[in-house]
């Protein structure tokens, strides 16, 4: 598919991810927005030691995530949507194609309903005490993500955020994740659709 054909491109060609950080070495990598798997295989391939979570919602994206990420036992796939608390979503397209699947909140009993996670959860299981690396590509929820008002609770145990802001797509994305991260210090680099957020 193009939009595949895009991520790839992207992530394994022109390597977007790859940031210039000494003795950065990560034990917990959060891939929020997996797709179909490139840029945990990216990060399994550069931080060996770490273990990362993958977390995608779309069930056709789960599928070739989990057949591309086969071959390696420190990613695990998480089939849940992102979102600031614990209820349920469903996915649709906005008219943004593939690579531009939206979620939003909806009841139990739709036919449609996908689980969503907390990063709070993820972290509380995982077993380690901080988030070393957090990357975001969630085609909007990152409103929803930074404007909880527990957001304070995990990120302040962040230390390297990369994320893509979809404003075009959700008004209001952008100006959450600030508010949120400006509690912070932290040192900022773009790379590609990516702004990458590292403490001091």
Known sequence: MIADAAIINSILIH???NFPLENFQPKLILDCGANIGC???YFANKFPGAQIYSIEPEKNHVTLLRF???LYEQIHVIPAALWDKETFIRVEDKGFGDLGWMTF??????PAAIKTVTI?????ESGFDEIDLLKIDIEGAEKEIFGAPDVGAWLSK????MIELHDRMKRGCSKNFFNAISKYDWHFELRGEN???IRE
């Open 158 to 161: 962040v230390k390297v955020i």
């Open 39 to 41: 840029s945990a295989v």
């Open 120 to 124: 709070s959860k993820i972290l509380a």
């Open 15 to 17: 390597q977007e991810y």
């Open 105 to 110: 909140e909806t009841a139990a009993d739709d």
């Open 68 to 70: 591309n990420t086969i």
């Open 195 to 197: 702004l990458i957020f």
